[in-house]
């Protein structure tokens, strides 16, 4: 398979303009011109994709409607058939998600003295961290600073961050990647051990650090290896389906629920950290995603039924490039690393409509417009419509192997189906890649619930509204170690004191006063992309997510 | 549409021609628990072991890059259970005796070449395997790097090596000892923790939204 006549056209167009882009650089647009785009196009501004979620700590607030049905769901469980009287498992430290964040934080607790239990949906290292191809920041090369960084950040998240936040990320940063390095992180240097370092979207300084396109699955596959290593026990497929409260109203424990057995556990602890990743399996206004399996929410509606407050949850981050062609792989992640190594972005004509460098927000809407208004996309035979990245211009600029050097994984999924984007280019459409806001936290990963803290996707307010390339794995990093350190302090110093599911009663009641009809629970736990046709015939259960 | 007929574990379904194993396996009516994570290629959850008719050969591929075929029948591996050792990276050396001592049966490799036919990545396990037999820890770590650790090497191979687990056993040595250390990074985080940027990054974040408009748009930009 490679691409259809109807395309190749198009590949032809752009092949003839090739000489010339070389040389043209198209210029950063005005704030002016950004915000007009970003209004125009960017789907968070399409008010027909959220509406405010009727019950809870946000009560009010516009949020996308996919994740409203999911906060407005009611619990899996029925609170009055829990005997919490007695636990399963009776830990220091329990740690939510298996992830680069849970991972992360499992280690530093451990570390700082605490007896830690990490329990997680699918498999330990199952995680959106596993597939960030693209790389990690830290301003640690001589003419960058944790200062040019911040400023990076803030900017690129159009001013919302929480300062704390953005402090200790950036300053963390190169204390993160030297962590990565004790441990074995293959990092991709020169002869004398200089990182390699290039440009992400928004950056101002090259200091994006990669292990090939493979710098996500190489952290997560480390850490692992490590939890493996200092014997941290961790369960898999049993994902929470509730938090614990004490009379106190401090979280001291979970409920989870075996998907191979079909049991729920009780877990006592003194301290619980939710590293449960984001939510782009919600597949909000019906985007495509570049999202792992398990990235449901879970964390979200747990935190939330405890009190938690939710920040920035309207804005979504649209990876510009998710593939748009061939159809078995359409919104899977063509990463930012592309554009980096010198790929531009152009219309069915051949012609540059953006620098392929603006923030991720900025260029995904770009695409929009080019394939809506201006009708200037390419057609595929499915009748999906993208713009081509032009991937044979990292071979002209950086030499001929570059990609299949720099880019292995980028190469490998389109030569898999036929494509060899060596010497033509792909297609690209936005894909629904990060949640960009969530559970508010302050700079250790606390919550205002006593005894909770989260880190990574789960939280909201370090990249403000939009999250710059490379600042996802720096982010998991940073607040999961800190939370891990943070809660195995709490644990020192604090007992659980009589544990209930009180607030999951009354969550219950304040949806059945709002006048919410029961259709559906939550956590999702995992989607499910039966078709309707089988769902139809599933006689006894309601379609309500996994059983 | 163009349909095929597939085997899941032997109940034969109806599928879309175009789609990928995975897909058709959602398309049949599985909701998928184990087999799936990623969904693209990277987590080698949907290892997947299958025949097609008439064929004695038994063919791997990853479920979510691999498209189905008429008469294939297949089965998930969704875990395989590998041999693992624990470590402690801190006090490894990198070299030969430290790769043997952990795991000697890589001394055991008959040189089949089995597990570099079935690796759905297209590595060359047998020679990373070699490279261990002869302590070139550098080249085994740079020729197992795409591995994704789904198990189908360990799942084939006649002395029962896990390959997968000896490979990031040398990245890590690699990675950690092998590797050129990085001077700009020591010197960075030297300077952080003795408080060189405190003051200026405090200043940062007390500034107001004007003045972090007019910094950023200010920024000298690298070439």
């Known amino acids: ?60 607030d516009q949020m996308p409607n996919e994740l409203v049905d999911l906060l407005e769901a009611y619990p899996r469980i029925d609170p009055d058939r829990f005997d919490l009287s007695s636990f399963d498992y009776d830990v220091d430290v329990l740690v939510i998600g298996g992830g680069g964040a849970g991972a992360a934080a499992a280690l530093l607790a451990q570390e700082n003295g605490a007896n830690v239990l990490l329990v997680t949906k699918l498999r330990l290292g199952d995680a959106n961290t596993m597939m960030a191809q693209g790389g990690i920041q830290a301003a640690d090369k001589p003419h960058d600073s944790p200062v040019i960084h911040y400023l990076d950040v803030v900017g690129g998240g159009h001013y919302y961050n929480v300062p704390e936040l953005v402090r200790a990320l950036v300053m963390d940063a190169p204390k993160v990647i030297r962590w990565h390095e004790e441990l074995g992180v293959m990092y991709d240097k020169e002869p004398d051990g200089t990182m390699i370092t290039i440009h992400g979207g928004g950056t101002s300084k090259k200091r994006m650090h990669a292990a090939r396109d493979y710098t996500g699955a190489e952290i997560m596959r480390t850490l692992r290896d490590e939890v493996r290593n200092r014997k941290i026990p961790y369960l898999e497929f049993s994902p929470v389906v509730e938090l614990l409260l004490d009379d106190q109203k401090r ?66 981050q649209y990876h510009p490039t998710g593939v748009a062609y061939p159809e078995q792989i359409v919104g899977l992640l063509i990463t930012e690393k592309v554009r980096g190594l010198g790929a531009q972005l152009v219309n ?169 009809e029961r259709k559906r629970v939550a956590p999702m736990l995992l989607p499910d992309y039966r078709r309707p046709e089988v769902l139809r015939k599933l006689e006894g259960t309601y379609g309500l997510g996994i059983e | 549409m163009e349909m095929v007929k597939i085997s899941i574990m032997g109940q034969w379904h109806e599928v879309p021609a175009s789609l990928t194993i995975q897909k058709a396996l959602e398309y049949a ?46 089965t998930l591996l969704p875990f395989y259970p590998a041999q693992r050792a624990d470590y402690d990276i801190d006090k490894l050396e990198p070299t030969y005796e430290t790769i043997i001592s952990i795991y000697p049966e890589v001394l055991r490799c008959v040189g089949c070449n089995t597990c570099t036919k079935v690796c759905p990545q297209d590595i060359d396990v047998m020679e990373y395997i070699a490279c261990a037999k002869r302590g070139d820890i550098a ?85």
Not at chain 2, 211 to 222: G, M, Q, T
């Open chain 1, 1 to 60: 398979m490679s691409y259809p006549e109807s395309m190749l056209a198009s590949i032809k167009k752009v092949e003839e303009t090739r000489k010339k882009r070389l040389e043209e650089r198209i210029p950063l647009l005005s704030p002016e011109e950004k915000d007009k785009l970003l209004h125009g196009f960017h789907p968070d501004y399409n008010p027909k994709g959220k509406r405010p979620v009727r019950v809870g700590p946000n009560q009010g």
């Open chain 1, 251 to 316: 979280c001291g424990g979970a409920i989870i629920y075996n998907l191979d057995t079909k049991e729920y556990f009780k877990i006592r602890a003194k301290a619980v950290i939710i590293a449960t990743g984001g939510f782009g399996r919600l597949h909000i206004q019906g985007f495509p995603t570049t999202n792992h399996y398990g990235a449901t929410a879970d964390g979200l509606v747990l935190a939330y039924r405890v009190g938690c407050k939710l920040l920035y949850m309207d804005a979504v």
């Open chain 1, 348 to 516: 069915r004509e051949g012609n540059q409509f953006i620098y392929p460098l603006e923030t991720r927000d900025v260029v995904a809407s770009g695409i929009i417009r080019e394939c809506t208004e201006r009708n200037l996309g390419v057609e595929t035979p499915t009748g999906m419509k993208g713009v081509w990245l032009d991937s044979p211009m990292i071979e002209i600029i950086n030499g001929p192997g570059t990609i299949q050097r720099m880019l292995p994984a980028m190469y490998r999924q389109f030569h898999n189906f036929g494509i060899d984007m060596a010497k033509l280019p792909i297609l690209t459409y936005p894909t629904l890649h990060y949640q960009n806001g969530g559970i508010v936290i302050n700079e250790w990963g606390e919550t205002t619930v006593p005894g909770l803290f989260v880190a990574g996707e789960a939280s909201g307010g370090v990249h403000g509204r939009n999250r710059l390339m490379g600042n996802s794995l720096l982010d998991v990093n940073v607040f999961g170690r800190r939370a891990g350190m943070r809660a195995a302090e709490y644990a020192k110093k604090n007992k659980v004191g009589k544990l209930s599911l009180d607030h999951v009663k009354r969550y219950s009641e304040e949806l059945k006063a709002a006048g919410i």
């Open chain 2, 29 to 74: 009516g599985y909701q998928l628990v184990r087999g799936c994570g990623c969904r693209g290629g990277f987590c080698g959850a949907c290892a997947t072991v299958y025949r097609t008719e008439g064929d004695y050969r038994l063919k791997v591929g990853l479920a979510c890059q691999t498209i189905v075929e008429d008469g294939m029948y297949l």
């Open chain 2, 139 to 223: 080249k085994l770590a740079d020729l197992s790097f795409d591995c994704v650790m789904c198990g189908l090497c360990a799942s084939k191979c006649p002395a029962e090596i896990a390959q997968y687990n000896v490979a990031i056993l040398a990245r890590r040595l690699y990675g950690k000892y092998l590797a050129p250390k990085a001077k700009h990074l020591a010197d960075r985080v030297k300077e952080i923790e003795e408080g060189k940027f405190d003051r200026e990054i405090e200043a940062m974040m007390q500034k107001s939204e004007d003045e972090l408009k007019k910094l950023y748009a200010a920024r000298e930009i690298e070439p």
